[in-house]
Nanobody
Framework: QVQLVESGGGLVQTGGSLRLSCTAS????????MGWYRQAPGKQREVVAR???????NYDDSVKGRFTISRDNAKNTVYLQMNSLKPEDTAVYYC???????????????WGQGTQVTVSS
């Protein structure tokens, strides 16, 4: 059973930094596009950043210049380096990946369990 496991959330002051990690594991699979999303209380889940299998990055305007997405294909892991954090970045952050399962030859979207990021003012 393929799963995504996240780590790295926490409480930080305005202007601080955090690094999120998300690793895919379980079975025989190939990880394609990966991304980070977030959901603040009372709001819909929104995309933060995405990265293709060959490393092309895309960011929401609200995080450009502050956040950096990267991946280590050998470890099936995606990272989100968050700098210059603001209170409005407070949310639960979810990683997402399009994963091709070799045995059943099918691609599905997988989500992590979410990790809380809180930025105090």
């Amino acid at each position: 059973q393929v799963q995504l496991v996240e780590s790295g959330g926490g409480l930080v002051q305005t202007g601080g930094s955090l690094r999120l990690s998300c690793t895919a594991s379980g079975g025989f699979f190939v990880v394609n596009d990966m991304g980070w999303y977030r959901q603040a209380p009372g709001k819909q889940r929104e995309v933060v950043a995405r990265i293709t299998s060959d490393g092309r990055e895309n960011y929401d305007d609200s995080v450009k210049g502050r956040f950096t997405i990267s991946r280590d294909n050998a470890k099936n892991t995606v990272y989100l380096q968050m700098n210059s954090l603001k209170p409005e970045d407070t949310a639960v952050y979810y990683c997402q990946a399009k994963i091709f399962r070799v045995v059943i030859r099918r691609t599905d979207d997988y989500w992590g369990q979410g990790t809380q990021v809180t930025v105090s003012s």
